[in-house]
C-alpha cells in the first residue's frame, strides 16, 4: 500500500511560483513513476508531467514547470513558474508500478490533491 500526501498549494498572483511536494510512503518509492495531475472545475483530470528515470510534461506547462524526486526523502516535487489563471486547479499526485505514462488509469495510488489559484 502507498499513501501519497501532498502540500505546498495556495493562492499567488499571475507570474509568481509555487512549488508542491508529494510525500509518499512505501518501499518501492525509488522504483515508482510518480506523476502530477490537475483538475480545474468542471474539467476533466488531466496530466500535468511526471518522472521515473526521466521527467516528462504536458505541453501546456513544458518550459515553466519541473519535476524532480528525492528518493532518500519518498518526495516528489512539482515546481512551478510563471504560472497562470488557466492553471487553477486542484493538484494530485499519483504513483504508479507502469512505464512512463501520461494515462490516469496506469496509476495506481493517488493523494488528496492540493489547490492552487493563480490570481489575474
Known amino acids: 500500500q502507498v499513501q501519497l500526501v501532498e502540500s505546498g498549494g495556495g493562492l499567488v498572483q499571475a507570474g509568481g511560483s509555487l512549488r508542491l511536494s508529494c510525500a509518499a510512503s512505501?518501499?518501492?518509492?525509488?522504483?515508482?513513476?510518480m506523476g502530477w495531475f490537475r483538475q480545474a472545475p468542471g474539467k476533466e483530470r488531466e496530466f500535468v508531467g511526471g518522472?521515473?528515470?526521466?521527467?516528462y510534461y504536458a505541453n501546456s506547462v513544458k518550459g515553466r514547470f519541473t519535476i524532480s524526486r528525492d528518493n532518500a526523502k519518498n518526495t516528489v516535487y512539482l515546481q512551478m513558474n510563471s504560472l497562470k489563471p488557466e492553471d487553477t486547479a486542484i493538484y494530485y499526485c499519483?504513483?504508479?508500478?507502469?512505464?512512463?505514462?501520461?494515462?490516469?488509469?496506469?496509476?495506481?495510488?493517488w493523494g488528496q490533491g492540493t489547490q492552487v489559484t493563480v490570481s489575474s
Open positions: 512505501g518501499r518501492t518509492f525509488s522504483s515508482s513513476n
Open positions: 499519483a504513483s504508479s508500478n507502469s512505464i512512463e505514462t501520461t494515462d490516469r488509469k496506469w496509476y495506481n495510488y
Open positions: 518522472i521515473k528515470l526521466t521527467t
